[in-house]
């Protein structure tokens, strides 16, 4: 029936442009435009529509910031005690598909190969783009066990490189400061946006009977490590989010 219909529209255009020669060619590329069959859809970005379940939680394929961010990697946080499993958090991170041509190096290296190579992680955070990592609570703890954990990380990575100075110190503060009278209740939700025009951060706390709150980090220094302890390679705190995303980038380098 589409068919048809098509068909008695081109025919129709046709007898319009035999029967009247006197159309100017305002019209006439007017009349082609109508006429043209419609563009093919474009093929979705993400991989996949389906929610993704990490330890039964889900996760969407896709999220909306300043523009569609797909979820490219997940993972958990966990420890071993006496060979109990304790699992703290799950992650998502959300990238844009277009991240993967600033990789192209890396092309037809495995995703054990990738999760192994700090320097291909490096390329990952600096490269351009939205960046939006989702982390949600399975085991509940306080925000300021959360807060040290953070701060630790972001300290001695910035120590390290010789850039804890006195404006990073308090910039850290206030992120511990931040997560200091919260609960992480099971299911509670912390997002970290990396926007792609800035060199900052916003962090949100939601959770369960209360209104989400934020916090935006404004040093770069500080923003940067926060990338590294969740995408860092080798040094991130999540190895299975490291392995996933390194598996799914390596899949998309291969196309």
């Not at 966990?78 to 993967?100: M, R, S």
């Not at 939205?130 to 949600?136: G, T, Y």
């Not at 099971?186 to 060199?199: L, M, R, Y």
Request: include cysteine.
């Amino acid at each position: 029936m589409q068919r048809e219909e098509e068909m008695g529209l081109n025919i129709s255009c046709t007898l319009i442009f035999l029967c009247d020669s006197s159309l100017n060619i305002s019209f006439l590329l007017l009349l082609h435009h109508l006429c043209s069959p419609p563009p093919n859809p474009q093929p979705h970005p993400c991989l996949g529509t389906e929610m993704v379940m990490v330890d039964e939680i889900p996760f969407p394929p896709q999220i909306t910031t300043a523009k569609p961010l797909c979820l490219l990697g997940y993972g958990i946080t966990d420890i071993e005690i006496h060979f109990l499993q304790i699992k703290f958090t799950a992650i998502g991170v959300y990238l844009e598909p277009e991240i993967v041509g600033h990789l192209q190096p890396w092309k037809g290296k495995s995703g054990k190969e990738l999760a192994e190579n700090d320097d291909f992680f490096e390329a990952l955070i600096s490269a351009p783009g939205e960046k939006f990592l989702r982390i949600v609570v399975i085991k509940e703890i306080k925000g300021s066990q959360y807060g040290v954990q953070l701060e630790s990380a972001v300290r001695d990575r910035l120590a390290a490189d010789d850039k804890y100075e006195e404006e990073e110190e308090e910039a850290l503060e206030k992120v511990v400061e931040f997560f200091q009278s919260k609960y992480f209740k099971k299911d509670s939700i912390i997002t970290f946006h990396f926007p792609a025009t800035s060199f900052t951060a916003e962090i949100v706390f939601a959770t369960e009977g209360k209104e989400e709150s934020k916090i935006t980090v404004e040093n770069a220094n500080v923003v940067e490590m926060i990338k590294k302890w969740y995408l860092g390679g080798t040094r991130g705190v999540s190895p299975t989010t490291i392995s996933a995303l390194a598996n799914t980038l390596a899949t998309e380098l291969s196309k």
